[in-house]
């Protein structure tokens, strides 16, 4: 079965996001080395535009309408990242963003999408339907909907930072990478195996929310109730469909951490390493760091997928 994104839509994805993207960096500590075992390489999406590796994906896809469809304005659904993400590649296209944002998306990610130029329409994530809303929403208004991971040019564009480290790096034994909606695991995966194909991917989900887990189980796609966690960017209650087709196919599995194993994470991050994650940002690193990765590789890349959080929340998870 031939996969909806290919390595090739990777490295055109990456060519035109050249300039325009940050590169980011690829950081390693030897403490966290000698605590795992193994030479441990993590890939700094927080230092992405926006502070996430969702721009990346958000601006591939606007970047391929059509000049007339994108001249009458592109919308999103997403609970920040992808948000703050789609609204900074409209103002950088030149074009305008309506964003479907939760009730209690994080004030930190609400600000910063509405600072971009976006409009913000809210909804209850826990009792309406995010996707059929976003689908009425740009209908109603003449948008183009740009979701925020079950695209195909969405996906290439998150494979691209999984390319950068693997310039960065060479051959790794394993990458770990966080599971939402799956895009970016989805794009990591295509990336990592047509480079390297021997190389494990195995995704981290909060285990509130572990529907990419059950649905790689069943061998189709589950949904559960929206899931309750700290990690906001992982709260999802089914993984999308173009994303499940590829990671059935190149994923080894998932793993799961719990909000208590995340903190420390974040906390690690910033004592030892000096950057700042959010919980969705942080859990690949607290799966590491919690021995779930079973038979610990050599050569691991982890990807920090975000840093979007504000001093109040941040200080309040991790300054106990």
Known sequence: MTLPVSFDDVREA??????????????????????VGAEVFIKCENFQRVGAFKFRGAYNAAAQL??????MGIAAYSS???????ALAARELGTSAVILMPEDAPR???EATAGYGADIVTYDRYAQDRTALGEALAADRGLTLIPPYDHPHVIAGQGTAALELFEDTGALDALVVPVGGGGLIAGSATTAKALHPGIRVIGVEPEAGDDTRRSLASGERVTIPVPRTIADGQALPTPGEITFAVNQRLVEGVTLVSDEEIIGAMRFAFDRLKIVLEPSGATALAALMGGHIDNPPRRIGVIASGGNIDIRRFTELVGG
């Open 14 to 35: 990456a060519a035109r996001l050249k300039g325009i993207a940050h590169r980011t960096p690829v950081l390693t500590s030897r403490t966290l080395n000698s605590l």
């Open 66 to 71: 059509p000049p007339e469809q994108l001249a």
């Open 80 to 86: 920040g990242n992808h948000a703050q993400a789609t």
């Open 108 to 110: 930190s990610k609400r």
